[in-house]
Each structure stands twice: as C-alpha cells, then as structure tokens.
C-alpha cells in the first residue's frame, strides 16, 4: 500500500505561471516532508523540505505547505521556467527510530516557454 | 565536488547470472542506501548501511545482497536476476539516519535478458 500518493502522474504550466505539486500521506508517524527534483538521466537532488511542526516553508521560488490534518502537502513554484521542467517526487521520513524515506511516485513537471 | 557515484550507468545481464553494481561517494557519509525504481513507481528501499550495520527492508528478496567494504563503497549483488528485477537502481547516502537530505547517484539501469 501506497504510503506516500502523488496522484497526478505529470502538470504542464506555461512559463511565468504557478506551478502546483500536490502530494498526500496516509502515517501520521511521519514528521518529516520533502521534495526531490530528478531530470532525464540524473538522480533526484533535494529541493526543499519541511518539517511537521511548520505549515510553510519558503525558499526563492519555492514553496512548500503542510496540512497536517488533511495529510496534504504541495509544492508551490512561482514563477515557473523551463528549466524547472522535471519529475518531483514527494518524500517523508518517520519519527521515531526509523528515519527511512518513502518516496512518491514522481509528478513530471513540464514548463512550456 | 564531492558526489556519489554509480558504476556502471547501464547493466544487461542474462537471466539467472550473477550482477554486481557499483556504488562509491566522497561525502564520507555514514548511511548508504540502495533503491530499486521500477517504470512509473515510486522508488523502493532495499536495504541501507548504518556505517556497517547492515539493515535490510522485511520485503526485500533475498535474491538482494549488499556489501560495504569500506566507508566509500557499497555494492548491491543479485544473486540470480529474474526478468522482475529490471529496474533502475538508485543509490543515495545521508550524514546520518536523522538527515533527509540524501545525495542520489545517477542510477544504474539494469537490463535483464
């Protein structure tokens, strides 16, 4: 069973526009959200993250919002490029002992100049 | 720059040989991990390195070895490659087990055939 669901498998935004990136969580045990950026023939690179006592967290064009109690999060970037053109995928970390990250499967973000 | 390295970028092997793959990294971090990401899905933890503790998932096949001979290197060995064991394997090291901040390597691509 799917843990972590981002359930739209791509997004096509036009440049200068928001692009957002949804992501929902079934464990409440989770503390710990984040989001990768993989291109073609690369692998993911950290872009933000947040934690679960925050609700926001901001970095230049990226935004990430945690709703804890609808075990939601999106990513938020504003404004898009085409360089941002990418799969995301959502991850988050349990508490406790056991920090292992389980990711999403990816939304693949296309950036229409 | 330091980074995290996966030899080769792609593996075809025949069913039921033996397969290594490669994993090296210069961050002289702790925590080395290996996934396993099938077409369209999320990617899989198969097993990480606390240093040299080993720590493998309940649902990883025993098909799925793993070997850290040192801080630097960590293989991943399939014992007897089924056509099911096609996938991309990514992996990703961390400080420690609290830093969800993973570097990835590029991935290996494994053919099976």
């Known amino acids: 069973d799917q843990q972590v669901k981002q359930n739209s498998p791509s997004l096509s935004v036009q440049e200068g526009r928001i692009s957002i990136l949804n992501c929902d969580y079934t464990n409440s045990m989770f503390d710990y959200f984040l989001w990768y950026k993989k291109y073609p023939a690369e692998g993911p690179t950290f872009l933000i993250s947040i934690s679960s006592i925050k609700d926001k967290n901001e970095d230049g064009r990226f935004t990430v919002f945690l709703n804890k109690s609808a075990k939601h999060l999106s990513l938020h970037i504003v404004p898009s490029q085409p360089g941002d053109s990418a799969v995301y995928f959502c991850?988050?970390?349990?508490?406790?002992?056991?920090?292992?990250?389980?990711f999403g499967k990816g939304t693949l973000l296309t950036v229409n100049p | 720059d330091a980074m995290v390295i996966q030899n080769p970028r792609y593996q075809v092997t025949q069913f039921g040989k033996p397969v290594t793959l490669s994993c090296s990294q210069t961050?002289?971090?702790?925590?080395m991990y290996w996934y396993q990401q099938k077409s369209s899905q999320a990617p899989k933890l198969l097993f990480h390195y606390y240093d040299k503790d080993f720590n493998n998932e309940a649902d990883t096949p025993d098909n799925f070895q793993s070997r850290r001979p040192n801080t630097s290197f960590c293989f991943l060995d399939i014992r007897s490659p089924g056509l099911g064991d096609a996938a991309m394997y990514l992996c990703?090291?961390?400080?420690?087990?609290?830093?969800?901040?993973?570097?990835f390597g590029s991935g290996t691509r494994l053919t099976v055939v």
């Open positions: 961050l002289n971090h702790n925590v």
């Open positions: 990703a090291t961390s400080r420690d087990m609290a830093d969800g901040g993973y570097t």
């Open positions: 991850a988050a970390r349990s508490g406790g002992s056991n920090y292992k990250l389980t």
